[in-house]
Nanobody, 129 residues
Framework: QVQLVESGGGSVQAGGSLRLSCATS????????MGWFRQAPGKEREGVAG????????????YYGDSVKGRFTVSQDNSKNTVYLQMNSLIPEDTARYYC??????????????????WGQGTQVTVSS
């Protein structure tokens, strides 16, 4: 069973920053496409960002949804088997529950939610105006 553990959510004022973390096993971290998704109440889940570490096959990659380009950055820490989502210039529209997910099938299909078979429990991000 793939385990994905998110942390780092919280409440922040508009313009502020938060960093989310997603820890997983070395196996999943090195072989899977890792995605960040979010879902606000009454809205569909959407893809925010993604990263493939490239440790197993080479050829790392990243992905950003249009709504977060230039504000969010996804990164990795190979020593901790953890991927991060640095969120800057937060706006109230970023308020949602954020999920980390893994897709073991290459090539990465970051914008395809059904491709991601394993999901974390999510962490809440609230941005006030």
């Amino acid at each position: 069973q793939v385990q994905l553990v998110e942390s780092g959510g919280g409440s922040v004022q508009a313009g502020g920053s938060l960093r989310l973390s997603c820890a997983t096993s070395k196996y999943t971290y090195s072989r899977s496409c890792m995605g960040w998704f979010r879902q606000a109440p009454g809205k569909e889940r959407e893809g925010v960002a993604g990263i493939y570490t490239g440790l197993y096959t080479g050829g790392s990659s990243t992905y950003y949804g249009d709504s977060v380009k230039g504000r969010f950055t996804v990164s990795q820490d190979n020593s901790k088997n953890t991927v991060y989502l640095q969120m800057n210039s937060l706006i109230p529209e970023d308020t949602a529950r954020y999920y980390c997910a893994a897709d073991p099938i290459l090539p990465c299909r970051y914008s395809s939610i059904p491709s991601f078979s394993d999901w974390g429990q999510g962490t809440q991000v609230t941005v006030s105006s």
